[in-house]
């Protein structure tokens, strides 16, 4: 497989559910990000790793849990979500963060994964 | 604080016609970076371009062709001769030093659709 990829693509689950949203890239980046997608809003910056460590926390809600076990792969646990948490979460990876190099990274996002909260 | 507008929600234009989508930044960075990417309806956003504060030349890419002006403020995208396979969501974004992390602040985005 190739570029970022992200399973489940869709995911329904009731408030009192725990699920985990998974990223996977084969590109040899070296950061990757959490944003979350909701309709008619800017794309939210949530989560940004880098070498494995946590770089930025957009205070986001606890019921979010990021987990970055390694350089390609990327968690986000979900727990106790809200009916407004329903959104696609994009996952994305860079080679370097911004601050590291002379120029803007680009990122490379997945298809995202769909969720709904009922 | 970054700010990205992309005033048009939705551009409906029939193939063939020629397309710009409008974006307009605010930023207190001196050096900053500016993208297009495109998102089709498999839902991945797609690197279009990316052009730095101080390189305002215009640039062409087959069909495609964005007008950066700072004076205005502006990073605007044209799609000559659309076809239907533009059709997407179109979003505007930026960086800045000062955002650090690569935090890209993105616009509201663009629906583009291309019809026969």
């Known amino acids: 497989e190739t570029g970022v990829t992200q399973t489940p693509r869709h995911l329904v689950m009731g408030m009192t559910n725990k699920k985990s949203l998974k990223c996977e890239q084969h590109l040899g980046h070296n950061a990757m990000y959490w944003y979350k997608q909701s309709a008619k809003k800017p794309l939210e910056l949530m989560f940004v790793y880098s070498l494995e460590e946590r770089v930025e926390n957009n205070s986001v809600p606890s019921r979010f849990s990021p987990e970055c076990p390694n350089s390609s792969h990327l968690f986000l646990h979900l727990h106790t979500l809200q009916p407004e948490d329903s959104a696609l979460y994009l996952c994305?990876?860079?080679?370097?963060?911004?601050?590291?190099?002379?120029?803007?990274?680009?990122?490379?996002f997945g298809a995202g994964s769909r969720l709904t909260v009922l | 604080a970054q700010k990205v507008t992309q005033a048009q929600t939705e551009i409906s234009v029939v193939e063939k016609e020629d397309v710009t989508l409008d974006c307009v930044y605010e930023t207190r960075d001196t050096t900053y970076y500016l993208f297009w990417y495109k998102q089709p309806p498999s839902g991945e956003l797609v690197f279009l371009i990316r052009r730095n504060s101080f390189d305002e030349q215009n640039e062409i890419s087959g069909r495609y062709s964005w007008n950066f002006q700072k004076s205005t403020s502006s990073f605007n995208f044209t799609i000559t001769a659309s076809q239907v396979v533009d059709s997407a969501v179109y979003f505007c974004?930026?960086?800045?030093?000062?955002?650090?992390?690569?935090?890209?602040?993105f616009g509201t985005g663009t629906q583009l659709k291309v019809e026969l």
């Open positions: 994305a990876s860079s080679q370097g963060l911004h601050s590291e190099s002379s120029g803007a990274n680009v990122l490379t």
């Open positions: 974004a930026l960086s800045g030093l000062t955002g650090g992390g690569n935090k890209l602040t």
